[in-house]
């Protein structure tokens, strides 16, 4: 295992619900992303915090809100989704925020919006 | 902005043969080039990486080239093995904005 949890691994949602994904690293790291995987594109950044600051915000629509209690603890909160939304979210942490960091992914959360 | 494409998006070899994968990069900047493994129900995990100071860089059967003028970088599998089946992504750092642009992925599949 990565030392980088995620829960839940699989999540189906109306466009109306409200729900959260949440993320856990146990390696001691400063910086954690989200990522978008969708199929046949490239893994799209979300997020970044690092020290608990939100230091990267890709452009991402507000219907997904992050929050970042702590250095270990990473949510996606999730509202009013659109079925295109329906993709791997990935979870992943580095020692640091910068572009030459090893970065440790979690098992993704596998998301369905109907 | 950065870009990283990547090629094939899928590749079939022969258990024992070799299996080359292709990317290239747009920031001539970029200075750090990782590889991810992702197998089947995993997130991505690193298996090799490489700066821009070095040509090349071995790992038992797994080595990468750069080619910092021409901004190529490859990966290379040699002996290859049915473990080795996966999807693997290069990335490479975008270091005006301090992250790391992912190609699209290569899909290999290794037949018995």
């Known amino acids: 295992e990565t030392g980088v949890t995620q829960t839940p691994r699989h999540l189906v949602m109306g466009m109306t619900n409200k729900k959260s994904l949440k993320c856990e690293q146990h390696l001691g790291h400063n910086a954690m992303y989200w990522y978008k995987q969708s199929a046949k594109k490239p893994l799209e950044l979300m997020f970044v915090y690092n020290f608990k600051e939100q230091t990267e915000n890709n452009s991402v629509p507000s219907r997904f809100s992050p929050e970042c209690p702590n250095s270990s603890h990473l949510f996606l909160h999730l509202h009013t989704l659109q079925p295109e939304d329906s993709a791997l979210y990935l979870c992943a942490s580095s020692q640091g925020a910068g572009d030459s960091y090893e970065q440790y992914f979690g098992p993704g959360t596998r998301l369905t919006v109907t | 902005g950065e870009n990283v494409e990547q090629h094939p998006s899928t590749l079939s070899v022969q258990e024992g043969d070799s299996a080359v994968i292709k990317c290239t990069y747009s920031d001539s900047a970029s200075n750090y080039f990782p590889w991810y493994k992702q197998e089947l129900g995993k997130g991505p995990q690193l298996i090799i990486d490489i700066r821009s100071n070095v040509g090349e860089k071995k790992d038992q059967r797994i080595a990468v080239t750069l080619n910092k003028t021409a901004k190529h970088f490859s990966l290379h599998i040699t002996e290859t093995q049915p473990e080795d089946s996966a999807v693997y992504f290069c990335?490479?750092?975008?270091?005006?904005?301090?992250?790391?642009?992912f190609g699209s992925g290569t899909r290999l599949s290794i037949r018995p």
């Open positions: 990335a490479a750092d975008y270091s005006s904005a301090s992250k790391i642009i």
